[in-house]
Every structure is written in C-alpha cells, then in structure tokens.
C-alpha cells in the first residue's frame, strides 16, 4: 500500500475494517483488536491518527513500539503475523498495522477469549454465540460430527447410484463400502469406522430415524394468507429425494397457462420460471441450519410462494454481502449437491433467480434475513426491470458510476447521488443491483462505506 492509497483510508473514515488509534497505549487492546480483525474480515490499525482523521503522529520510539506491537501479535493463540508499516505524513510519522483474516476452520483468541469485529464495536463471543461463531467458521458443523450409525444403516442402492453419476460404476466391485467411505472422506477410522452425519443424511436407509428435523413440510392455501389449506405433503428423506419431490408438489399446484409455440406446439408455461423455484429449494437444502429442530417450510398462496429454511446467515457475515459471496454453512452437503448437480458454488444463484424472474416479467425475488431462519418469496406481481446480462443492460445511472469508478478508485454512495443528481433511496437501489451482479464490491461498513470496482467483472 502507497502513502496515496493509505491517505484515501484515512479520508474515508474508520469503518469495520479501519480502526484509527492516537498511540499504542495498551498492549492488551491491541491483542484484543488484532484478534477482532483476523475472526472477522482481517482489517487494519493506523496508529497516530485521531478518531476524526486527523493526522497526530507517533511520539513514541518506531523501532521499539514495533517490538511492541509484535510481541502483541504473539500474546495471540494461535499468534498471528501481522504487516507493520511506517509512513510519513505532514512531516508526521504513522503506523499501519494490517492483518489478514483467518484462514478457514481457524480462529484466534486472546487470554482463552474470542474476539470479533461488528461495526465499529470489538465484540466477545461467548455461550451460545461462541457455539455459533464456530459453526460460521466451519469449526463446529453438522455434517462433519460422526453420527450413530454404521454400515448397516447405509442403503447400497443409494451409494451405487451416487457412484455412477461419479462415474465410477465399478468401484464396489473391486472395494468395499468401508473403502468409498474412507476414500470419499465421508467416514473416519481410527479402531472403528465412524460414519459422518452427511453420509447418513444421503445414504442411510431411513434418514429421518437419524434426523428428524429434515421434514420439509408443503402446503398449498386458498388466497393470500394461511388459513384454509387446499393441497398438503410433509417429506422425511435425503436431500436428493427431499428436493425433487418437492419440485414436484409446487409444479403440480402451481397454475399453468398453455403457449402455442412457433412450431405450432402446445407449451405449458406455469406461473413462476421453475429454475428459480428449484434454485430456491435447493438452497433451503444445502443451507439450512442442521442443528435447529425445525423444519423447511414451502408455502403457496395465490400471489407468492414462501421457502422458509431455519438459520440465518453465518455470524459476522453483513446481509450487504448476500448474494454477492458463495456461503457454505455444510460443506460436504454442498460438496454432494454439486456432485449430484444441484448446486454450482459460484456464488451466482442470486443474480440468475433475478434475472430469471424478470425475463419472465416478473417482481424481483424477496430475501427475508432474520434471526432464526431465511425465507425467500416469489411474487407473481408484474415487475418492470429488465434483466442484466452485461454492461449494456445497466442503467444510465450505474453506466456513470462505472465509468467514475474506472477513473477514480472508489465510491461513495453521497457521490453516488451527486454525480446522478438523485435520491438516495435511488442511489441505493442502484448499487445494491450493481453488487448484486458484481460490477462492484463494498469495502466497509456503515458511513464509512465505500465502493471499488470488482475486477473479476469488469
């Protein structure tokens, strides 16, 4: 980082990833601090700046206030090896110190504490957070914990036809179970075989006698709200069977109409795009939280459909970043997903429900976050935004904030509105639309958020 680009920092303002400090006074809150960052996002400390951005300088001696704030580094478990940078400003001497996330399945703490950074405030995870702090890090997740199961509960038929979508039709010919198993890494042996809750999840013979909290209960209402219920199902089984007959419930109870095509055949067009009912299915499956006891919830009523999974996004994880980033709460249910062609890990299932949806002139999907679970809501209402495919499919608005962003190297949503003289309900809308497909990337949060183009995109 050039003496430029860190004064752009500074004018930009503290936000979750940029703290300012006036001096190294406590060795302790940096320990603390440094922890926060590399548990969150990873982020970086400017010592000799005030909280209002003004250029203070360090007074203490540089080469020993940087011993200092390694031997801070080190007080961390695991220790942590932070960049400590030296600039001159104003005649003034500063200090950045950066420090990089965490590398996944690990976490700092400090004096047995973990620490994270939440806006502008250093938090202590404990009790049930600390439970769920690990499980968003994918310390503690459901489908790796070995189950009760063995062998015997496992349905061959099952692992046969999940080999040969592999393409590994004769593997069990010259292998055992035991060896897909181990091989597979969806089993581990050390005396006896211990049987992953995934594998049981997919393969067992009865899954539900394992985990009864896989029930996905559907129901189709007369009108808009639940009361009278016209149609039914609850669905207790693996993952592929739970999604297909799923599928295959709203397909049936969705109105159709019938299109004569240009061939002079008869077509059935129902009311939603399927792809995005199916997408929105599968995401409940491979996202939902495992461990709550409750259930998936598809509901139809006359002007939407609700998919209702429990859990709500990973702790940490701001809801700006949704749909931008590719989040894996069960790894190797979302690794057999893919393997069973459901999922493709891109992080691209948000943008392409949107489109899909306005291609078929439809309102844009609705992501409901809340504390305990997700829901998604297809309306059938007429929606009137087209659907983005490239760079000419955007806006005037956002063609303008592209072009300044190409010139310059960030964005703020104040000059978002300046530079298109409009509202800022319009500004938001707009850059929340160009995250969304990826044009740009937030750096930050709350009113030090700013905006740089993603140059895989662009």
């Avoid at 035991?178 to 597979?184: G, K, R, T």
């Avoid at 499919?393 to 592209?402: G, H, I, S, T």
């Amino acid at each position: 980082m050039d003496k430029d680009q860190l004064l752009e920092v500074i004018e930009n303002g503290e936000t979750q990833e940029v703290e300012f400090k006036q001096s190294f006074h406590s060795s302790q809150d940096f320990s603390k601090l440094m922890s926060g960052f590399a548990n969150t996002y990873g982020g970086m400390i400017i010592i000799g700046v005030g909280a209002k951005k003004e250029v203070i300088g360090v007074k203490d001696d540089i080469d020993q206030l940087q011993q200092r704030i390694s031997a801070a580094a080190q007080a961390i478990a695991p220790p942590i090896v932070p960049e400590i940078q030296v600039y001159t400003i104003e005649g003034k001497k500063i200090i950045a110190i950066i420090i990089q996330k965490a590398i996944d399945n690990t976490f700092h703490t400090f004096q047995g504490v973990v620490y994270v950074k939440v806006g502008s405030t250093l938090k202590k995870i404990e009790g049930n957070q600390l439970v769920e702090f690990l499980r968003s890090r994918q310390i503690l997740c459901f489908d790796e914990i070995s189950g009760e199961g063995t062998i015997h509960n496992l349905d061959i038929e099952k692992v046969k036809g999940y080999l040969k979508i592999r393409g590994h039709d004769d593997f069990l010919k010259n292998n055992s179970i035991e060896n897909f198993l181990i091989s597979s890494k969806l089993a581990s042996k050390n005396g006896s075989i211990k049987i992953k809750n995934a594998t049981l999840l997919f393969f067992a013979k009865e899954p539900a006698d394992f985990f009864p909290q896989i029930e996905i209960k559907l129901a189709q209402f007369d009108g808009t709200e639940p009361v009278k219920i016209i149609s039914h199902q609850l669905i207790q089984s693996d993952p592929v069977n739970s999604i297909e007959k799923s599928l295959s419930f709203v397909k049936k109870n969705l109105s159709k109409s019938i299109e004569i095509t240009d061939k002079a055949k008869r077509e059935e067009k129902f009311e939603y795009p399927i792809d995005v009912v199916r997408e929105a299915i599968v995401n409940a499956v491979a996202h939902r939280d495992y461990f709550s006891k409750d259930a998936i919830q598809i509901y139809l009523f006359s002007n939407r459909i609700e998919i209702t999974s429990p859990g709500s996004l990973p702790f940490g994880l701001p809801r700006e970043l949704f749909g931008t980033l590719s989040v894996r709460r069960n790894p190797i249910i979302y690794h057999l997903l893919r393997d069973y062609d459901y999922v493709e890990g891109l992080g691209s299932g948000v943008p392409r429900m949107i489109n899909s949806m306005r291609e078929h002139k439809l309102k844009d999907p609705e992501f409901g976050i809340y504390e305990h679970f997700f829901r998604i809501t297809l309306y059938n209402l007429k929606g009137s935004q087209k659907p983005i495919e490239e760079y000419a499919d955007l806006n005037e608005r956002q063609k303008k904030a592209v072009e300044f962003l190409k010139k310059h190297k960030s964005i703020k949503t104040r000059k978002y509105m300046e530079l298109n003289n409009t509202s800022f309900g319009t500004a938001i809308a707009d850059i929340t639309e160009l995250l969304k497909f990826k044009y740009v990337k937030k750096v930050g949060s709350y009113r030090g958020a700013y905006y740089v183009l993603n140059e895989m995109k662009n």
